[in-house]
């Protein structure tokens, strides 16, 4: 990190929203592998879900599909309602 402003505009609390290392600018530098992967695999370590936590994940994933698949089901129905109804008469 470089060196922190301590004359901050007002609202402005010092955190980066965007980083600004952009390909084609002159002070543009090549991340290194661990950082374009989240860090390298030595510093972090394993977050190890509960039975509780997979059972939610899961439930959640199951309800999202349902969804989906419920929204494709009745689009289908409309189109078959909308051809026995309006455009085959």
């Known amino acids: 990190m470089g060196k922190k402003r301590d004359n901050l505009p007002?609202?402005?609390?010092g955190r980066t929203i965007v980083d600004m290392n952009v390909e084609g600018m002159p002070w543009y530098h090549k991340p290194s592998p661990d950082a374009v992967f989240g860090g390298s695999s030595k510093d972090?370590?394993?977050?190890?879900?509960?039975?509780?936590e997979q059972?939610?994940?899961?439930?959640?994933?199951?309800?999202?599909?349902?969804?989906?698949?419920?929204?494709?089901?009745?689009?289908?129905?409309?189109?078959?309602?909308?051809?026995?109804?309006?455009?085959?008469?």
């Open 10 to 13: 007002e609202g402005d609390d």
């Open 44 to 52: 972090s370590e394993k977050v190890e879900m509960t039975r509780e």
């Open 55 to 89: 059972r939610a994940f899961m439930w959640g994933a199951i309800k999202a599909s349902l969804l989906v698949a419920l929204v494709f089901i009745g689009v289908f129905f409309l189109f078959i309602l909308f051809c026995d109804k309006i455009w085959f008469q």
